[in-house]
Structure formats: C-alpha cells, structure tokens
C-alpha cells in the first residue's frame, strides 16, 4: 500500500497547493454507493475467486462528461469509447508510477507478452486475456465495460491470499447528452475464510488513498477520449 503514497506523491501532491489543485482538477468525479445487489457480486467469477464470500473493500466513482466533449470518432462504434478509456487509464501519467515499479520488478522473459509500453498500453483493444504490467488481466468485455482481475500477477491462477476486480465502464446517454464514465473496484481475500469480525481488507486511511488514486486514473482516462 505504499505504492499508492508513492505515486500519490510523485504524480500530483507536492504540498499543500498542489493538493488543493488535485482536489480541484477531479471535483468532478464522485463517488456513489455500490451496493452489494451489483451484478459484480453476483457473477460466477467473483463466486469463484471468492468462495469463502469474505468482506470486501468496493467503490464506484463516476464522472460525466458532455457528449459535445467527447471526440466524435469513438462514437462512431459501439466499444470504442470504452476502449480508449480503458487505454487512458492505463498510458497516462496517473499509472506512469506504477508502470514503472512493475517494469522494474516484474518486465522480463516470462512477462513478455505483457503490456508495458505506453505506447502498447495506448494503442491496446484490451480483448479477454490481455494482460496488463503483470498485476491486471482482463476478464470480462463488453462495448461497455472492461474488467481485469488485479491484486497479483495473472500468473496464479487459482484462488488467492489478495484479491480484486477492477471495472471501467462508458455509457453513452444521448438522452441525457452525457457519457457516463465509471471505475469500479472489489477487494477481497481469497485464499481462506476471515475471522468472524466481517472487517474489509483494506484499513480506512488506505481506502481513502485508493480513491484518491482512483480519482486520478478518472482524470487520465477521460482526458484520452475528449476532443
């Protein structure tokens, strides 16, 4: 969990004005209840990773964005918007940090066919069984939605100690005149049943730094589809 400090602190907050600025830059993204009736709690993937149903730490922020905004081109095909999301999340400057401890930890011969690069994690489509820095591989594909399964590398397959599935989304309300963008995230202990306590992987104050950290790769995403 040092790692998001880390990146918290190199990426956007330097001081007291720069926290402020990054508290400003993302007054738009918010975060809404996410209950337990989410279809992301009732799909035979999480059921699996999770057998032992433990508590979770779950989010979902959300962020909309004028359709006059967005560029025309990712409209034009259902999928495509959702894709260059996806791609901002993961080759802007709010994963940069995090790309770059993964390289250096983890970037070698059995990691290969892994995305990397900016350039690759750009230009990427993000199909089922990509794989993303090994620590993401995604899971599940939709026009609208994207989800990767995180919290260790993709190289353990089975049930784990640390768990987590991450969703991006974008919908497009013309009725509305919006796109919806989301980012949703479920952690989790896998690999046994937790104490009776019910208490959420995650402790609060490094919640909190997730969805500072969340609210930052919102930013990076939503810039990559705007005009």
Excluded at 48 to 57: D, E, G
Aim: glycine letters at 8%.
């Amino acid at each position: 969990m040092g790692l998001f400090r880390r990146a918290l602190k190199l990426t956007t907050i330097g001081g007291t004005a720069s926290l402020g600025a990054f508290f400003f830059a993302t007054r738009n993204s918010v975060f809404v209840p996410l209950p337990l009736s989410d279809p992301i709690f009732h799909t035979p993937g999480y059921q699996s990773l999770n057998p032992h149903n433990n508590p979770t730490s779950h989010d979902l922020c959300i962020r909309r964005v004028p359709l006059s905004e967005i560029n025309p081109s990712l409209l034009e095909k259902k999928g495509k918007l959702t894709e260059a999301f996806c791609a901002g999340v993961y080759s802007g400057w709010g994963y940069a940090y995090q790309r770059r401890y993964f390289s250096k930890k983890y970037e070698n011969s059995s990691t290969a066919t892994d995305l990397w690069t900016r350039a690759d994690l750009r230009t990427s489509t993000y199909e089922v069984g990509t794989r993303i820095t090994d620590h993401f591989e995604v899971v599940e594909k939709t026009p609208e939605r994207i989800v990767v399964r995180c919290g260790d590398s993709p190289r353990k397959q089975g049930v784990r100690d640390s768990d987590g599935l991450f969703e991006l989304s974008a919908v497009v309300k013309p009725e509305d005149g919006v796109a919806e963008f989301g980012l949703k995230s479920v952690f989790f202990q896998g690999s046994k049943q937790v104490d009776g306590t019910g208490a959420p992987p995650m402790p609060g104050y490094v919640f909190w730094l997730h969805k500072q950290y969340t609210k930052l790769w919102m930013e990076t995403g939503v810039r990559n589809v705007m005009r």
